[in-house]
């Protein structure tokens, strides 16, 4: 077949040309060799005294021309497209644009034929050419400097101008509009060439605006038009005004019946929104209204836009459009909008009873889909509104009633109920009228969520947890609460089952503590911990952001967590810190109790639990014996001052591992020379990705003053390469009142620490 094409092309008749070029670009592509056979046969044609065979080889070599095709014959493209002929020249364009696309580096040999490209009258030259001069433009930020040097611009500006303000043309004209292809190539070009330079954007910012304001929008090509217009205003540094100009055609845009105009200007307007934000908001009503549009689609980005156009001064007419929208819209959509609302309320709420009942609400309408965070975030926020408990326990109460479906509700109520079921009973409410509730008859309805089908093993374990408090809350009913918390000794959920057996242990042993233990919970701290891990980009690599070890004051190490010691990186190849948490001790008083209710607190007051130990990834230290690991400092490896600076000094010692040579072990120790001392002390520590570095924890997080003591903290590093070592240093500490931060880089390591 291939051999027919071939014979076919070489024929002397242009019927049989025709044929052999159409099955070559259909049956050929540029992976097969018998391209080298038909590169002659296109030379040859391209100098044919015909035009029209001349435009079947142009349009054979532009389809499925190879890098080696294009290269030898790019020199007879060059030549048609300086031609004077029409016909030639706009298909010679569009044949350049695809040996510019196999071989760049021939952009150039076409440059000189682009310069009178653009003063041909032929609107299918006119067209090609624009496209020729976009790709240029687009492959080489070289050729997009010099077309904006030589002025390009006010020549696509004329060209534009004249399409808008011609007369009625039969030739070009579509839907009453001259030439709309041309119009919406030149208004792609110019985004190009306006981005970022202030020049060609001030030189076209009239035509915009006359292209925005002249154009018909009764018909879809004129909606195209403006549609490349609007993206061309926001892309380039236009003017305010037209700016808003830009917005408000999109804002008509909505209004259309054309559910693909409908979804590209809500598209558009997600983009602007934050930098345009007060231009969006006016048309803030039509966007909500496309929230109740049947295409789930426009329904998606109106909600994605909605959310972002919430701010202090709407949240409450917003929040009602989006629980409105939540309640009745498809399940697909329930999470992400429940989330949404979660995040505008925690941002813009305008008070905690308002927080509250908006949290409440969505858990009530799209509890099943709300992310798993919710019912502690919930949590969280009821107990920090000290004044609304007696009202939120209420409310929670009253959801509840006979529907248990919505799990995440149950859940938070059944551990407000534990909490504060005291002014539940006692009727404190003060917000709302109160309702008359008996102890009884809040523990039968904590025991149907234990019985119901439809509660998990996680919401029968609070409302386990939950009759347990009440033990100390209410009074009359200790035996009851006794008895149920004994059936469940013996339940076949392992969960339950542990729960009840600590529980009986405090009604028996430990019944002393029991109050002290089951007491309020007080004010929590939001802080995110094993939050989601950052990532750096570094050299191609993507590498986990170094872990920060900060020790809260009373000595214990809290989880590591991602830090913004992102900024320290910088784009060298770090490798990440492994940190090690500490094993704290449990006070003598009630230890036998910790051993069997884990970390629950032994006192009235508020202590800092133990941490578990972090399960780590295997570290290349963990082979080597305990002891002797390190041979003595005296062995010849002098100290380095690593830092100094505003009275705080970091010494560096050094000791070398007797087993395995590659593993150094640096010292370090921070003193503090000023008359304060320094609080909060945050040592953290980077190298690059050829070492392995293991951060241990510090003595302490307080640098006495007046050098009247010192922090040590303890660094391994593995360097099988015997690379000479870099780090760089972070610091961040409490001096006189100010938090401080400083940044740092040990290059002056002794060679005797890493040879």
Request: negative net charge; aromatic residues 6%.
């Amino acid at each position: 077949m291939l051999i027919f094409c071939l014979k076919l092309i070489a024929s002397q008749k242009f019927t049989d040309k025709r044929i052999g070029y159409l099955g070559a670009m259909l049956l050929l592509d540029e992976r097969q060799d018998v391209h080298l056979l038909m590169t002659n046969c296109i030379k040859n044609d391209l100098n044919h005294s015909t035009q029209y065979v001349q435009g079947l080889a142009l349009c054979t070599l532009g389809c499925m021309g190879s890098s080696e095709m294009c290269r030898d014959l790019a020199g007879e493209v060059e030549k048609l497209l300086k031609t004077s002929n029409s016909y030639l020249r706009k298909k010679a364009a569009l044949c350049a644009v695809h040996v510019i696309r196999k071989v760049p580096e021939l952009m150039e040999m076409f440059l000189p034929a682009t310069r009178n490209l653009l003063n041909e009258k032929n609107h299918g030259v006119l067209h090609t050419s624009v496209v020729l001069l976009t790709e240029m433009c687009e492959r080489s930020p070289d050729m997009l400097a010099h077309f904006r040097k030589v002025s390009l611009v006010p020549q696509l500006v004329r060209i534009l101008k004249n399409l808008i303000m011609s007369g009625y043309s039969p030739e070009h004209d579509v839907s009453g509009i001259s030439d709309p292809f041309l119009q919406v190539r030149i208004l792609r070009l110019l985004r190009i060439l306006g981005r970022n330079d202030d020049d060609s954007s001030e030189a076209m910012n009239d035509i915009l605006a006359q292209v925005a304001t002249n154009t018909e929008t009764s018909k879809n090509v004129g909606n195209a038009i403006l549609y490349e217009t609007v993206l061309t205003i926001m892309d380039i540094k236009s003017e305010s005004g037209l700016r808003v100009l830009a917005i408000n055609i999109l804002g008509r845009f909505l209004l259309n019946n054309d559910k693909n105009i409908r979804y590209v200007a809500l598209t558009s307007l997600l983009k602007t929104v934050q930098t345009d934000h007060n231009a969006v908001q006016r048309h803030r009503s039509t966007i909500v209204d496309c929230l109740k549009d049947l295409d789930v689609s426009i329904k998606r980005r109106a909600m994605e836009l909605s959310f972002a156009l919430v701010n202090g001064n709407n949240v409450r007419g917003m929040m009602k459009e989006l629980l409105y929208f939540l309640d009745s819209c498809e399940p697909e959509f329930k999470a992400d909008c429940a989330s949404g609302i979660f995040l505008a309320a925690e941002k813009y709420a305008p008070s905690k009873r308002w927080h509250i009942d908006t949290v409440m609400r969505v858990l009530t309408m799209a509890g099943s889909y709300v992310r798993d965070d919710a019912v502690p975030s919930l949590i969280q926020l009821i107990t920090n509104s000290v004044e609304m408990h007696a009202y939120t326990v209420q409310r929670l109460y009253k959801a509840i009633l006979g529907d248990y479906s919505q799990q995440p509700l149950v859940q938070v109520a059944a551990w407000c109920i534990g909490e504060y079921g005291d002014l539940l009973v006692s009727g404190q409410c003060e917000e709302e009228p109160p309702i008359q509730v008996t102890e009884d008859e809040v523990l039968d309805i904590l025991e149907s969520i234990l019985i119901s089908n439809m509660s998990a093993s996680v919401t029968r374990g609070y409302a386990l947890t939950a009759i347990m408090k009440l033990s100390t809350r209410f009074t009359c009913n200790v035996n009851r609460v006794k008895k149920v918390v004994s059936i469940y000794s013996s339940s076949i959920d392992v969960e339950l089952q542990q729960r009840a057996v600590e529980y009986n242990a405090l009604f028996k042993k430990y019944d002393h503590m029991r109050p002290a233990l089951l007491e309020r919970m007080p004010v929590m701290e939001k802080v995110t911990i094993n939050g989601p891990t950052e990532i750096v980009q570094s050299n191609g690599e993507t590498e986990s952001a170094v872990l920060e070890t900060k020790p809260p004051p009373s000595g214990l190490q809290p989880v590591s967590q991602a830090s913004d010691l992102l900024d320290l990186l910088g784009g060298s190849d770090i490798t990440p810190v492994i940190p090690t948490a500490p094993t704290s001790k449990p006070d003598s008083t009630g230890g036998e109790l910790l051993d069997l209710l884990g970390d629950l607190n032994l006192t009235g007051s508020p202590v800092s639990a133990p941490v578990p130990q972090i399960a780590q990834p295997p570290f290349l230290l963990d082979g080597l014996p305990s002891q002797p690991l390190f041979s003595d400092i005296a062995a010849g490896i002098p100290s380095i001052t690593a830092y100094n600076k505003n009275g705080l000094k970091i010494d560096f010692t050094f000791e070398r591992s007797n087993t395995n040579p590659s593993v150094t072990l640096i010292t370090i120790q921070a003193s503090n020379s000023t008359e304060l001392d320094m609080t909060d002390f945050v040592f953290q520590a980077a190298v690059p990705k050829t070492f392995q570095l293991q951060l241990l924890s510090p003595s302490s997080s307080v640098i006495p003053a007046f050098n009247s003591g010192t922090i040590t903290q303890v660094i391994k590093v593995l360097n099988p390469q015997k690379q000479q070592l870099r780090m760089r240093i972070k610091l961040t500490y409490n001096h006189k009142g100010s938090a401080i931060q400083d940044l740092a880089e040990v290059n002056n390591f002794p060679s005797q620490s890493w040879q």
